[in-house]
């Protein structure tokens, strides 16, 4: 390649946009995220400067004062953020949740919140789905939602529901018509944006749940919450379709998430096995060692294909449900498995604080339960993919 060939090729969007992200981060090292650890901390710096950066509003639209980029690039962001250390699940739901917004939200929707988000004035932070009684079977959830007037009452109560101290609006799915009178398993919920901050304390309870890493995760409790009929988004009883594209994408990022982690963990171990010596050589040379860190390379590579694939796939706005899945279902596993073999790797020092490895391990280890658990995704394919009868 000549020097002039290199002067004339455009720069790679997808390489600008991680070479930002990467000296954002390096503004937040390991004992950043360390300190937070273990205070159990919001990483508020971090989410401002991720916001002032104007990462945070990256899929909304440019007419409303975001940066209009697409789910790649939401992905890359991701990505790159785990890659450098990082924890992206402080703020991703500002991401996965934009797309129920921008899809199905109405015109008037979209222009009294987009622009304050994109500002970062307002935080869209929160996704309220998971019940206590009614865990994967989502269906199944009960918080009510009744219209009286030009409002919605809401009652009943959301679990593991992350970031919802720090948010000011809440996506919330819930049901309008009682399971037993919808004509479909599907029909009958609808979905709201909640102002969180207008009700704490008063007809909305948040309560902690610490959990084994860092992830600002509550429950929520709704006492006769009332809402602007003005907040539902899309038309009564259609929610779960609008949510829909919502989990795909909350997979599919979580999914670039678990590939930076993947890709630290590698990083990470491919440097501590050359330099450290044991019986006079670089236990590296070892292939017991080496061999472990290369399989890991491979999964995560391959893994990286399927995520790439699926965001293409929601981007395009054809039905990506399987990819998502199988996304999610790899990345997981490939972060994983990377995390594992980076703690054998490092033998001891694995278990050291300040290595970050036992942090990540953490951290890593919930892709395999949250935001759809290893099983449900299995059971996804055997019935939809594969034809299998279905399973629960
Ligand atoms: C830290 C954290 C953050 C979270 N953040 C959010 C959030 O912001 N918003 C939100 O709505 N939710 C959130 N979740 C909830 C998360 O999506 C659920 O935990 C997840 O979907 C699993 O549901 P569950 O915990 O109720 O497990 P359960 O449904 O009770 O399942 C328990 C186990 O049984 C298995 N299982 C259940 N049924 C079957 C079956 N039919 N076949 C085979 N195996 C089965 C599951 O795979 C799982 O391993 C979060 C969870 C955690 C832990």
């Not at 009332?226 to 979580?254: K, M, Q, T, W």
């Not at 590698?266 to 236990?283: G, H, L, N, Q, T």
Request: net charge negative; charged share 25%.
């Amino acid at each position: 390649m000549t020097d002039s060939k290199i002067e004339n090729e455009a720069p790679d969007p997808q390489e600008q946009i991680r070479a930002s992200v990467r000296s954002l981060c390096a503004k937040f090292p390991g004992e950043y995220w360390r300190r937070l650890d273990r205070e159990r901390g919001y990483p508020t710096e971090f989410v401002d400067a991720l916001t002032e950066a104007g990462f945070l509003g990256a899929l909304i639209p440019e007419e409303y004062g975001g940066s209009g980029l697409t789910l790649i690039e939401a992905a890359v962001i991701l990505e790159e953020i785990h890659a450098c250390g990082g924890n992206g699940a402080a703020c991703h739901a500002q991401m996965y949740t934009m797309g129920t917004l921008l899809r199905h939200g109405s015109a008037a929707q979209k222009a009294r919140w987009l622009p304050e988000i994109a500002a970062g004035e307002l935080r869209l932070q929160a996704f309220g789905v998971t019940e206590p009684t009614s865990g994967s079977d989502m269906l199944n959830l009960t918080t009510t939602a009744v219209r009286e007037g030009d409002h919605y009452v809401i009652n009943g109560q959301k679990i593991w529901t992350s970031r919802a101290e720090h948010s000011d609006l809440m996506l919330l799915i819930a049901r309008t018509t009682r399971r037993e009178d919808a004509t479909k398993r599907t029909d009958g919920l609808s979905v709201f944006l909640v102002d969180l901050q207008l009700a704490q304390g008063t007809t909305i309870n948040i309560n902690p749940i610490r959990t084994m890493m860092n992830h600002a995760t509550t429950e929520v409790f709704f006492k006769d919450l009332r809402v602007p009929a003005d907040n539902l988004i899309g038309e009564e009883g259609h929610g779960f379709r609008y949510i829909l594209s919502g989990l795909n994408a909350e997979r599919i990022l979580i999914a670039a998430e678990c590939i930076g982690d993947a890709k630290w963990f590698i990083a990470k171990a491919s440097a501590y096995a050359k330099e450290r010596e044991v019986f006079d050589r670089p236990i590296g040379q070892n292939q017991g060692v080496q061999f472990p860190i290369a399989r890991a390379y491979a999964q995560m590579r391959a893994a990286e294909l399927m995520v790439r694939e699926a965001a293409q796939r929601y981007q395009s706005g054809g039905d990506c449900g399987t990819e998502a899945n199988l996304a999610k279902l790899l990345a997981a596993d490939a972060s994983w498995a990377a995390a594992e073999m980076c703690v054998q790797t490092h033998g001891g020092f694995g278990f050291a604080e300040e290595f970050d490895i036992e942090r990540k391990f953490r951290e890593t280890r919930l892709y395999q339960v949250a935001p759809v658990s290893t099983n449900l995704i299995l059971a996804y394919l055997a019935e939809h993919v594969l034809g299998l009868p279905r399973s629960y």
